[in-house]
């Protein structure tokens, strides 16, 4: 359904078994057009459809429903005020209740869930997980690449959450979706695409 990312890790190889939520930033206004996989995490996905209050109410809830029909996990939410976030936090707090009970049966303590964000450059991970962690913790702003590295942020005692820079796709799809992604603010204004925004534009009005 998706397409998937390039062979090249977003993380090392040698982490994606520690990993056990895939949290994929998608913009609502454009699920398809920010969509994002990696073969590394299959099964722990978790699709997340940000700035809500930009799209389309029954357009996300039909999104939503169609991920769903697809297999994945998929939520709601609005980084602004919060809505949907308590729904995130009870989907962390069942699947940390599993892995410690699993973990408890063979005698191992002190246990950790560990989720990533990932999504395409600019979807929102940053402010996504400030208001997840609940207070201003990363950086964030309006053009693509503020998140440089990787980085790991605690988001309770027992909940680890690893912060990772854009991801672009292959780059024909990377191109196909260039109009896009300016319109959404997910790329610098290119004048050449100026002519094609304005057509996909006139189209969807």
């Known amino acids: 359904m998706a397409q998937q990312a390039s062979h090249k890790p977003v993380f090392p190889k040698e982490l994606a078994p520690y990993i056990d939520v895939a949290a994929y930033l998608l913009d609502a206004r454009a699920p398809a057009a920010t969509l994002y996989l990696d073969d590394l995490l299959v099964g722990k996905e978790l ?39 308590d729904a995130i936090l009870d989907y962390l707090a069942e699947l940390l209740k599993r892995k410690s009970a699993v973990a408890e049966q063979r005698g191992v303590k002190n246990v950790a869930l560990r989720m990533v964000a990932l999504g395409v450059p600019n979807v929102g991970k940053s402010t996504f997980l400030n208001k997840l962690i609940g207070r201003r913790k990363l950086k964030t702003g309006d053009k693509p690449g503020i998140t440089r590295g990787r980085q790991w942020v605690r988001l309770f005692e027992d909940v680890e959450v690893l912060d990772t820079p854009g991801v672009l796709r292959d780059a024909p799809g990377f191109k196909r979706r260039k109009p896009v992604w300016m319109l959404l603010n997910l790329m610098p204004y290119d004048s050449a695409l100026r002519e094609e925004s304005v057509e996909l534009l006139l189209e969807r009005s």
């Open 47 to 85: 699709l997340i459809l940000t700035r809500s209050q930009l799209a389309d109410s029954r357009a996300s809830s039909s999104w939503q429903a169609m991920f769903q029909d697809h297999g994945y996990r998929c939520m709601i939410v609005d980084s602004v005020t919060g809505t949907g976030f």
